[in-house]
């Protein structure tokens, strides 16, 4: 466990280099692509593209990704796929905010989808299931989700903060943790659905996305069953990837089928862009599969 909580891989190789059976995955909770900051909305949306368009992704998997319902307006959307080469996209809803943006979970490929399914865990909580045709005879699924958070307000965020700097008291927070009980039995009973779904793929598999969880959590364990965990293979330090309240949450993840992929490379990059911080990792379909 010590290996998913803490990532000792300073002194590894990452091999980034594209090869005929190798792909490249970000998965990324982009927050609303900054909608929810109306004064810096559009230099974020922006920032945002111009950093997944430099990363370039084969794959790209974008939770709490917004797009206007109005398709003239979605310019960011545009030039990741001009950029890009996507082929194909998908997007779930998760909910309409305004009755303008469409909020939700978003996966672009450079290649063929083959299959597309979206299973519902919970009240505005999804399973995006993703057949990706690598190659003709390669094939990969892919599982993208974003589990039930502790939906906390701003002002409760910056109360935490605070609390850090001790110039808060812990009166307010029992009613806090009330909330948060319930929001980790709620994650623990989408992960057993996640779980008994990600088990039949025929397919090699990789399950990522805003886990809102820890490594250690009965949702980050369920889920993982026997799939290998990217950040552990190749992750460095703490692996940060939510930027706010406590300095050491590891809460997106990448899984994946070790026994049928090797993982080449895994990176996670630092931004304030959103809340959380991008994970990128480089797959190679193993010989026979």
Same mark, same amino acid.
């Given at each position: 466990?010590?290996?998913?909580?803490?990532?000792?891989h300073?002194?590894?190789?990452?091999?980034?280099?594209?090869?005929?059976?190798?792909?490249?995955?970000?998965?990324?909770?982009?927050?609303?692509?900054?909608?929810?900051?109306?004064?810096?909305?559009k230099?974020?949306?922006?920032?945002?593209?111009?950093?997944?368009?430099?990363?370039?992704?084969?794959?790209?998997?974008?939770?709490e990704?917004?797009?206007?319902?109005?398709?003239?307006?979605?310019?960011? %959307?545009?030039?990741? !796929?001009?950029?890009?080469?996507? #082929?194909?996209? *998908? +997007?779930?809803?998760? =909910?309409?905010?305004?009755?303008?943006v469409?909020?939700?979970?978003?996966?672009?490929?450079?290649?063929?989808?083959?299959g597309?399914?979206?299973?519902?865990?919970?009240?505005?909580?999804?399973? %995006?299931?993703?057949? !990706?045709?690598?190659?003709?005879? #390669?094939?990969v *699924? +892919?599982?993208?989700? =974003?589990?039930?958070?502790?939906?906390?307000?701003?002002?409760?965020?910056?109360?935490?903060?605070?609390?850090?700097k001790?110039?808060?008291?812990?009166?307010?927070?029992?009613?806090?943790?009330?909330?948060?009980?319930?929001?980790?039995?709620?994650?623990?009973?989408?992960?057993?659905?996640?779980?008994?779904?990600?088990?039949?793929?025929?397919?090699?598999?990789?399950?990522?996305?805003?886990?809102?969880?820890?490594?250690?959590?009965?949702?980050?364990?369920?889920?993982?069953?026997?799939?290998?965990?990217a950040?552990?293979?190749?992750?460095?330090?703490?692996?940060?990837?939510?930027?706010?309240?406590?300095?050491?949450l590891?809460?997106?993840?990448?899984?994946?089928?070790?026994?049928?992929?090797?993982?080449?490379?895994?990176?996670?990059?630092?931004?304030?862009?959103?809340?959380?911080?991008?994970?990128?990792?480089?797959?190679?379909?193993?010989?026979?599969?």
């Amino acid at each position: 466990m010590f290996a998913a909580t803490f990532g000792y891989h300073y002194f590894s190789e990452n091999d980034w280099t594209k090869s005929a059976n190798s792909f490249k995955l970000m998965s990324w909770n982009t927050h609303g692509m900054g909608i929810y900051i109306p004064s810096q909305e559009k230099q974020l949306a922006k920032n945002i593209t111009e950093l997944i368009i430099q990363q370039n992704p084969d794959i790209l998997c974008l939770p709490e990704f917004s797009v206007n319902v109005d398709p003239s307006k979605n310019k960011n %959307l545009r030039q990741l !796929i001009n950029n890009n080469g996507y #082929k194909e996209y *998908r +997007i779930n809803t998760d =909910h309409i905010l305004n009755k303008k943006v469409v909020i939700g979970t978003a996966i672009l490929s450079k290649f063929p989808i083959a299959g597309y399914k979206v299973y519902d865990l919970n009240t505005e909580i999804y399973l %995006l299931e993703c057949d !990706i045709q690598v190659k003709a005879d #390669k094939k990969v *699924r +892919i599982y993208v989700v =974003h589990l039930h958070s502790f939906m906390l307000t701003d002002k409760e965020k910056a109360y935490f903060e605070r609390l850090k700097k001790n110039e808060e008291n812990l009166k307010k927070t029992k009613p806090l943790f009330t909330r948060f009980n319930e929001a980790y039995v709620q994650r623990g009973l989408e992960a057993d659905k996640v779980a008994s779904i990600i088990e039949k793929s025929p397919y090699p598999a990789i399950v990522c996305g805003d886990f809102n969880d820890l490594p250690y959590s009965y949702t980050y364990t369920t889920i993982k069953g026997k799939l290998a965990d990217a950040f552990a293979q190749k992750g460095r330090g703490m692996g940060r990837t939510y930027n706010q309240i406590i300095p050491t949450l590891r809460i997106d993840h990448v899984l994946f089928n070790e026994d049928r992929m090797k993982l080449k490379a895994f990176k996670t990059i630092r931004t304030s862009l959103s809340d959380h911080n991008p994970v990128i990792a480089n797959f190679e379909f193993k010989q026979g599969n």
